[in-house]
């Protein structure tokens, strides 16, 4: 959405720094995760926490992506960083000055090159050995909206041919892109290139955010806060595009209002249709509130089916290959409320003048992609229910690709976001497109709350999981919603057969995602079945782990961390005074020792004392403390004893401190707790 139709302040952002890689390392938990409270919305982290950084600092960076759903706030916190945005003048090919690329740059590697390839090209030559260099050109490009970019896949070669031998140490390069949809290797391109690259998720909105920009629209923050948690919309006000929708609905509101998604952003565009765009003040006397809503889903269909992201106010001829004359979206007739109307032009430029959309001199476009897919399903959903629907291989043709090489089609990644809606507009009529791509429409199941839907993803999920086990690894990071009643029966048929050493990949697979899904279901009901894997030999190591992680995740009580404790207790790592065991320290993820870093992550320093912890790790004569597994530095209990005793600075000492806390079990015992500090 424009800055200007939103709120006018800047409200204070978290971005969790992804660890990345593709090892199990990264697997649900190892990256600080996000904590919600009671409400809804994000826990503040803790100054200095590992893992989490403000915007500021991320942006010092060489290389920065910031991932995040539609609406999260991407694109606002790249202009204030920047101080420039979309309609800023590109700076000459050779110059100083922040180049902004978005959605309406990538329809193809043509246009990516005709937009950035100068810039680049202009960029000095990396002076060899013993060489004068020439003095750097200081470039920001901020390559945002990449998730809609037709040449996704293509980038990360394009920028290392382009990059190859260039001085780059002034050029600094910003992505903003859906979590689901990131290419990792993109990482890899940019660190070479830059020197560093950091990845991160824009956090959700803290509670104190939330209300830091309430309070800047002039609205009762409390009152809000409450109307928010009554309707049980917290995850739908912890997103600063939602949030502001949902401001809409607060200030009219409805005792029919449904709380769910659908209904509170039906009502938001509701009353964005009834506010007129910030900068230009109209009034509207041919059309009534239903007629622009019905109105501005024709503009978003229309400009989906023609592959444009704006129209031209003037019917320009000559820029019909961006922009959909004004005139092209007059006739015919529409639907709203009880009967139906003539779309007059009058009508539709009375649309194109409310908050809907952002407007410059001579063309007019939607203030946020999620106002669109919301209005093109919106359209959409209407004539799957008319009396003549549109046939379903119709729609098929336009939502499904096929490639040569690949079983099942996929929804290509800028019309996710409008097929989840059309399932949660249109459930029944709409289910083949769960059917077909589950995985694609993840990052948006916060949206799709009908349960039969939710079931039908969750069984594509489990039908793929040897595909999307082996191939895709970018899914783990998204955040999903697929909770329904049926949830618990499903994860628990897919976890009853054991699964061994001698088990097929197929059954393994099955049961790893599973437990991903079990991770972030919120089904408390799952721990027994999670702790009896993690306690039970037969399992691999590896699906033990990822039973911990989830357990802790579903369930973190005081008989959850009593049985991880009993497990903890019967790993026995070797003596000091002899070296790794293959039955201690065996093949790579399927060792002991890693199932024992998994449980200390998991329980340390809450629910377990130093002495215990102890008995995994080394104490050196220098005071260092490290891993039973010297010959193995990269594996998990070597990460968790790094992670949690940092090396002292050469010349002090480690010294140990005796605690006394009070232990969460139920019987509230006082638990001595041992830490440790570097002095001089």
């Not at 970019?149 to 992505?175: E, F, M, N, Y």
């Amino acid at each position: 959405m424009s800055a200007k139709a939103m709120f006018d302040v800047h409200a204070d952002r978290w971005v969790r720094i992804r660890s990345g890689g593709q090892s199990e390392e990264h697997a649900p938990g190892a990256d600080p995760s996000f904590g919600f409270d009671d409400s809804g919305f994000l826990l503040e982290p803790d100054s200095g926490s590992s893992g989490w950084c403000r915007p500021e600092e991320a942006a010092a960076w060489g290389g920065w992506v910031l991932l995040g759903e539609p609406g999260a706030g991407k694109s606002t916190e790249f202009r204030r960083l920047s101080g420039a945005h979309s309609d800023n003048e590109d700076p000459l090919p050779g110059e100083s000055g922040t180049l902004w690329v978005d959605a309406g740059d990538w329809d193809s590697v043509h246009a990516v090159d005709a937009r950035l390839g100068p810039h680049l090209g202009a960029l000095p030559i990396k002076p060899g050995s013993g060489e004068a260099s020439a003095e750097p050109v200081s470039l920001l490009i901020v390559l945002d909206q990449l998730d809609e970019s037709a040449c996704l896949h293509q980038l990360p070669q394009w920028l290392r041919s382009r990059l190859q031998g260039k001085d780059t140490r002034g050029l600094r390069i910003w992505v903003g892109c859906r979590a689901a949809d990131y290419q990792d290797r993109l990482t890899g391109v940019l660190s070479h290139a830059l020197g560093r690259c950091m990845v991160g998720d824009l956090a959700p909105l803290t509670r104190r955010a939330a209300a830091e920009l309430v309070r800047s629209t002039g609205d009762d923050v409390d009152d809000f806060l409450h109307w928010v948690v009554s309707a049980s919309a917290g995850a739908l006000a912890r997103v600063p595009l939602t949030l502001w929708v949902l401001l809409g609905a607060y200030r009219e509101p409805s005792e029919s209002i449904d709380a769910t998604p659908l209904g509170l952003f039906t009502h938001g565009v509701e009353v964005l249709a009834a506010e007129h765009d910030p900068d230009r003040a109209h009034s509207w006397d041919d059309s009534t509130r239903q007629q622009r809503v019905a109105i501005a889903s024709r503009v978003a269909a229309h400009l989906l089916f023609s592959a444009r992201r704006s129209v031209h106010v003037d019917d320009n001829g000559l820029l019909t290959d961006v922009a959909v004359p004004l005139g092209q979206l007059v006739g015919a007739d529409e639907t709203a409320g009880l009967g139906t109307f003539e779309v007059t032009r009058r009508r539709v430029r009375e649309t194109l003048e409310t908050a809907l959309f952002s407007r410059t001199r001579f063309t007019a476009q939607f203030a946020h992609s999620s106002f669109a897919a919301f209005l093109t399903a919106r359209y959409l959903a209407e004539r799957l229910h008319a009396p003549a629907p549109i046939p379903r291989l119709q729609l098929e043709e336009l939502f499904l690709v096929t490639a040569a090489d690949e079983p099942t089609a996929a929804i290509p990644e800028r019309l996710r976001e409008t097929a989840a809606w059309l399932l949660t507009h249109a459930p029944t009529k709409a289910m083949w497109l769960a059917h077909a791509d589950p995985e694609g429409l993840l990052a948006h199941t916060a949206l799709i709350t009908h349960p039969g839907v939710r079931e039908v993803l969750v069984n594509g999920l489990l039908d793929r999981a040897d595909r999307i086990e082996l191939f895709d690894r970018s899914w783990r990071h998204t955040r999903w919603d697929l909770a329904h009643p049926g949830l618990r029966t499903q994860l628990t048929e897919a976890l009853t057969t054991v699964v061994d050493d001698t088990s097929d990949w197929p059954d393994v697979a099955r049961a790893r995602l599973a437990l991903r899904l079990a991770h972030d279901s919120h089904s408390p009901d799952l721990a027994d079945l999670l702790l009896d894997i993690v306690e039970d030999p037969a399992w691999p190591i590896t699906l033990r782990r990822l039973a911990v992680s989830a357990a802790m995740a579903v369930d973190p009580a005081a008989v959850t961390i009593t049985r991880l404790r009993a497990t903890l207790a019967t790993l026995q790592p070797p003596p000091d005074s002899q070296p790794p065991t293959p039955d201690w320290d065996g093949s790579q993820h399927e060792a002991p020792s890693e199932l024992a870093a998994m449980l200390l992550r998991e329980l340390w320093p809450a629910h377990l004392t130093f002495a215990e912890v102890s008995r995994f790790l080394r104490i050196t004569a220098s005071g260092a403390i490290k891993a039973h597994s010297p010959t193995r530095s990269s594996c998990y209990l070597a990460v968790f004893a790094r992670r949690n005793f940092p090396p002292c600075w050469p010349g002090q000492n480690r010294s140990f401190e005796s605690t006394e806390s009070r232990s969460p079990s139920p019987a509230s015992r006082t638990t001595t707790y041992m830490t440790t500090t570097c002095t001089a």
